[in-house]
């Protein structure tokens, strides 16, 4: 699109996208470097000096020979005429080039629906199977725009969510992809996957769940309800929960953090993952500090608030960073 833009082609609606697109943060930075990588793909005359050279100084040393070209294409008769019919060939391999670059820069936007959460955001999204899949703050699930509920039930999954996946006629299997290249399969069933930079982990409410992964020893394991697996140096821990800790796993939902004698410096690592803040514990004699119980909390503030009150500590905050102290 900003190609046809840059080359004057655009239409009324791609020129009002690309003034929205660059309303967002970022998008200056790469227009201009396509803009750049745009004006490096016009054609224009590039002289092989090394070539002519060559044959200057045979002709003057009397060893020129004639050159017989290997094959000769033969042009529409007529300066007019053969300046139209190399234009239109110059103009069809632009034409080629652009729409190779507009897919590369823009295939995934092409190949999936992209669904998204900030930093605090919960989203619930209904996929065209009828399944309901619910986001926790900081994720992203792709969908693939071709071919979902027909051919596959695939989806890509980067952060948190609960899946409660529908039943089709023909019991369809329904993958999750997560970035660890794991894949959760299942038929029709209740789970939340947490798919993070400190792992994956599955937990089963309802059904039957198969974990597989290349980068364990086990070829798969299957989930029955209850049980959480985690992929953890080179393999697969599977545990049964009991009711409460099954509770606690989707209390994200309700804005709700569940603590169980968890470290100040885990609480910290949960606070970044959906608020974004960097927590930076300034007193050494807080790390050995844990917290427990429920607290609900939707944004960063009341949850700091809380924290405050329950540990008897000193929070200061500047942008996004949290520093907890000793009172």
């Known amino acids: 699109m900003l190609f046809s833009y840059f080359s004057g082609r655009a239409t009324s609606l791609q020129k009002t996208l690309i003034e929205e697109w660059l309303g967002e943060a970022g998008s200056s930075e790469l227009y201009y470097e396509w803009l750049e990588e745009w004006e490096r793909s016009q054609p224009h005359f590039l002289p092989d000096t090394d070539r002519a050279w060559k044959k200057n100084k045979e002709r003057i040393n009397g060893s020129a020979t004639e050159e017989i070209p290997a094959k000769i294409v033969k042009t529409p008769a007529g300066t007019f005429r053969a300046w139209l019919y190399h234009h239109a060939v110059w103009k069809t391999a632009l034409c080629l080039i652009v729409t190779g670059i507009i897919f590369y820069g823009f295939r995934d936007f092409i190949l ?109 394991v299957t989930l029955s309800p209850g049980d959480r697996a985690s992929i953890s140096a080179g393999k697969i821990k599977l545990e049964k929960l009991t009711a409460e800790q099954l509770d606690a796993q989707s209390t994200w939902k309700e804005h709700r953090f569940v603590f169980d004698r968890t470290p100040l410096p885990e609480v910290g690592i949960r606070l970044n993952e959906i608020f974004g803040v960097q927590i930076t514990i300034a007193d050494s004699l807080l790390s050995g500090k844990e917290l427990t119980g429920s607290y609900k909390a939707q944004t960063l503030d009341e949850f700091l608030e809380v924290l405050s009150d329950m540990l008897d500590i000193r929070i200061a905050r500047k942008n996004n960073e949290v520093l907890l102290f000793s009172k």
């Open 112 to 220: 999936y629906r992209q669904y998204s959460t900030a930093y605090g955001e919960l989203r619930t999204v209904t996929l065209e199977d009828n399944s309901l899949v619910v986001l926790n703050a900081n994720s992203e699930l792709r969908v693939p725009r071709l071919g979902f509920g027909l051919r596959h039930r695939e989806v890509f999954l980067k952060g948190e969510a609960e899946f409660v996946v529908s039943k089709t006629a023909d019991s369809k299997k329904f993958t999750v992809h997560t970035p660890d290249r794991s894949r959760i399969t299942v038929l029709g069933t209740e789970f939340v996957v947490y798919t993070r930079a400190r792992g994956t982990r599955i937990v089963l409410n309802k059904g039957k769940v198969k974990l597989t992964s290349p980068d364990v020893s086990q070829s798969s």
